[in-house]
């Protein structure tokens, strides 16, 4: 059996919102294997920073197995993303009926907070939520920035690109 026929059938790639930082692939993983330790019960992110991992997790979806394991190749592989600032950044779906992704970035001076921090942050560095709407995320920010204090909070907006003719 192979991963991409069954476990990760059914996935969709998040692409970055700014250069610096990773894609997602989040996968809907099959209501048998689902549960409590996936985004909404049923997602599974997998955080790519580069498109050798990207092709690197595709090949490892496609290998031949005897039987079904955790997708979790890259989880505990470091993040090569280095920041003094906590990132937060927004993923919008490409496609109807796939949730917003809220991605965070801690730099290592949270991450030690944790006593096992490979439990507590994919890669070392990141938290991944989903939500429903875009106004959930929003709402989700507000309430870890006021956690956070002013101190902490660092406002990048993207700005949609703004169409025309040249």
Do not use: K
Request: hydrophobic share 45%; charged share 20%; glycine share 6%.
């Amino acid at each position: 059996m192979r991963l991409i026929d069954q476990l990760a059938a059914t996935r969709i790639y998040y692409l970055r919102p700014l250069p610096t930082l990773p894609d997602i692939l989040l996968i809907d993983i099959p209501a048998s294997f689902a549960g409590d330790g996936l985004a909404l019960g049923r997602y599974y992110p997998v955080i790519l920073e580069s498109l050798a991992e990207m092709h690197e997790f595709e090949t490892f979806l496609r290998e031949r197995r005897s039987e079904l394991i955790p997708p979790s190749l890259l989880s505990r592989r470091p993040s090569s993303l280095r920041t003094d600032g906590i990132v937060f950044a927004r993923y919008t779906p490409s496609a109807p009926g796939w949730p917003w992704l809220h991605l965070c970035c801690w730099p290592a001076r949270y991450t030690m907070m944790v006593p096992e921090p490979a439990e507590e942050f994919a890669r070392g560095a990141y938290t991944i939520d989903a939500f429903e709407s875009v106004d959930d995320t929003i709402l989700a920010e507000r309430r870890l920035l006021a956690t956070l204090g002013p101190h902490e909070a660092r406002y990048v907006l993207s700005i949609p690109a703004v169409g025309g003719h040249a």
